[in-house]
């Protein structure tokens, strides 16, 4: 496995492999490798000659300060859990490498209107500071296919529009979100929840299945079972921080014709923010 940190190393490598028609797939991380990293990966072996996971803590995708500098950084087990994976290389720049000018000072990428709602108004920064580095990411590695998972369901959406928007040649696979036995979605942020905020934090899964269930039966009642899906998770001592049912293309409202919608949740659970999603075919 390759380790790489230096820019001219990694179009070495990188150029080396297209002149031999390597296919290519790129994982885009910020470290604190988990299964539902190691999930992607193993979809993109299936596909791939050449599978590159890179790690990056972005510090343009944080809103607050305070969430930069507790992330958690576990480059030494990243590395063993990565070459146990059989990642081809491991891409991880400094902060001078990928914003050399500073990254205040950065060009931005930003796709409109998606990014500045649901999530995007809690977090006005991240999903562009989400789009300015995959696209210098797809820039300098040039993916056949890129993979991610399907928890951060808006920024997957954002990302796709990215990509027809700005004529990528990369494809973009969405992989299902990994859960642990209790349901709950494996995310790096689990690491800030004690034991007993972890057993807490699967009623989530339970609460969707639940709004899932409902609006099978009735996709017009949504008002309805938003109401109901908080006041379940206000009685388990879960914060609701924004609960959504839409389209699962353009994240609007559904329409007597969309196929598929978008559950996405966001809770509190003390100081820690969760976000997860479902699909739902109707």
Known sequence: MLIIKELPILNYNIKKWHK?????????????????????????????????????INPIQFDDINDLLI????????????QNSMVDMVFI?????????????????????LSSILEGIRRPSYFQGVTTIISKLFNLIKPNFAYFGEKDFQQLVIIRKMVSDMNFDTIIIGVPTVRNKDGLALSSRNNHLNKQEIKLASYLNKVMDYMANQLIINKTNIRQIIIASKKMLFEKGLIPDGLTICDEI??????PTSKNAAIIVAVKIGNTRLIDYKKVIL
Do not use: C, W
């Open 20 to 56: 031999e028609n390597k296919i290519i797939s790129l994982i885009p991380t910020m470290g604190n490798i988990h299964d539902g990293h190691l999930k992607l990966i193993s979809e993109a072996r299936r596909k791939s000659e050449i599978v590159i996971v890179s790690i990056f």
């Open 250 to 255: 353009n994240l609007k409202k559904l329409t």
């Open 71 to 82: 992330y958690p950084r576990t480059l030494k087990e990243d590395y063993i859990k990565l």
């Open 93 to 113: 720049p400094e902060i001078s490498q990928m914003y050399p000018h500073g990254y205040k000072n950065q060009t931005i990428v930003k796709v409109p209107i």
